[in-house]
């Protein structure tokens, strides 16, 4: 089979969604697959994925076989939306609507039987405005839905997901050709890669709406600029530029969620602080300092009783602590807003135990805990939870001290 350049493009964007879908799939597999919402999810990925990659296949190959499959999951594609939508709102769709969904999954997977030669132009364009239909359906509900029926959470998940229909409904016309429309590459792997990126994002709750379009924006508009540029240094034309653009947009999104993808794997397997406050011995604070002592991030933590701290003003240290229960290096800085006796304790506590932070374990008795954690390997988060981890010891001290 010749490949052309049209071909080529379109070839390279949809490989890119489903290596997209395929990173996507297995994040949500890996969480809790028995979740009924996680099942729906995955049933409309997986459709997705079928779709693409039988594209592909028709494509590269010309068989009758991988044309059908094609047909029969595109025609399924607003069934499987609209089970999603269902599960997000928590209602259930009007029964017209799913007699649609159902009724359209089931005529397609007939039609999808009939040879290319007789079926052109005709069944695309009744595929086009079967899933341009079903998806506006969709979007309705979403508007209308009752946002007080839905938590904080859900809702953001409910408007993630609208933000991706944005991009779906007009990218999906440049996928129904020939026949219908004649463009230089097909945007329907952009849209599904958008929604990649979407997902992936659900799990980063700080993210917020804002940030996520202005992060595609970026990314597109530096897309642009790269492909427009290749196309001006190579000469390739108006058609060409478009492609290019394309090819350089689907390559960023698929890294940007291959990144993504990493970043949440490793925040999975992080052995953070706040393991060692779920799962450590909180029997009685002296098991849980040592508890501490052994944790990754702080390997090594000191533990300072008050016998430890003979060459120390006691009661100085413990005003100190008192005010900060836990202090850095920062404090001990000239430009710090601490008083001098308390600058000088801190500053020769440092540089004794070598140490960057010294956190208040228990004041009865006077205990301390210094450790060593460079700025370069440490983290605002890291930072917070080692406020917690000592706010859980006071807690563990007073209630001995009031058993």
């Not at 028709?58 to 499987?80: C, E, H, K, Q, S």
């Not at 952009?190 to 993210?207: E, N, P, Q, V, Y």
């Not at 052995?271 to 991030?297: C, N, P, V, W």
Request: aromatic share 8%.
């Amino acid at each position: 089979m010749s490949f052309d350049d049209t071909l080529v493009a379109d070839t390279i964007t949809s490989l890119a969604a489903l290596v997209g879908l395929l990173i996507v799939i297995s994040i949500v597999g890996g969480r809790d697959s028995g979740d009924p919402l996680s099942r729906r999810f995955l049933f409309g990925l997986r459709v997705l994925a079928v779709l693409l990659a039988c594209r592909i296949l028709d494509w590269t190959t010309g068989l009758a076989l991988f044309r059908f499959v094609t047909i029969a999951a595109a025609g399924l594609l607003p069934l499987a939306a609209l089970l999603l939508t269902e599960g997000l709102l928590r209602r259930h769709a009007p029964f017209a609507l799913k007699f649609l969904a159902a009724g359209g999954a089931a005529l397609f997977l007939l039609l999808a039987l009939i040879p290319e030669r007789l079926a052109e132009p005709w069944r695309m364009a009744m595929l086009l405005a079967f899933q341009f239909g079903g998806f506006l359906a969709i979007g309705w509900l979403v508007i209308t839905r009752d946002r007080d029926s839905l938590s904080a959470a859900e809702n953001r998940t409910v408007e993630r997901m609208a933000l991706s229909l944005l991009l779906i409904l007009p990218f999906m016309v440049t996928d129904y050709r020939p026949g219908l429309f004649e463009v230089p590459v097909r945007l329907g792997g952009i849209a599904i890669l958008f929604l990649c990126w979407l997902t992936i994002g659900l799990g980063r709750a700080s993210l917020g709406h804002r940030d996520t379009i202005g992060a595609f924006a970026v990314i597109a508009l530096s897309s642009v600029f790269a492909g427009l540029a290749l196309g001006g240094i190579d000469d390739l034309g108006w058609r060409g530029s478009v492609q290019g653009v394309v090819i350089v947009l689907s390559a960023t999104l698929l890294a940007v969620i291959y990144n993504d993808s990493v970043s949440l794997t490793a925040e999975k397997r992080r052995d953070s602080l706040l393991k060692h406050m779920a799962e450590g011995d909180l029997t009685d604070s002296a098991r849980f300092l040592r508890g501490l002592q052994h944790h990754i991030l702080v390997d090594g933590a000191l533990i300072l009783p008050a016998a430890d701290l003979g060459d120390f003003d006691l009661k100085v240290l413990a005003r100190a602590l008192q005010q900060e229960p836990v202090r850095s290096l920062a404090d001990v800085q000239p430009e710090a807003p601490v008083d001098q006796d308390i600058r000088e304790q801190l500053a020769w506590l440092f540089e004794k135990y070598e140490a960057t932070h010294v956190l208040l374990a228990t004041l009865e008795p006077f205990t301390v805990v210094a450790l060593n954690m460079p700025a370069l390997a440490s983290s605002p988060g890291l930072e917070m939870e080692l406020r917690a981890v000592q706010r859980m010891a006071m807690l563990i001290s007073q209630r001995e001290a009031n058993g």
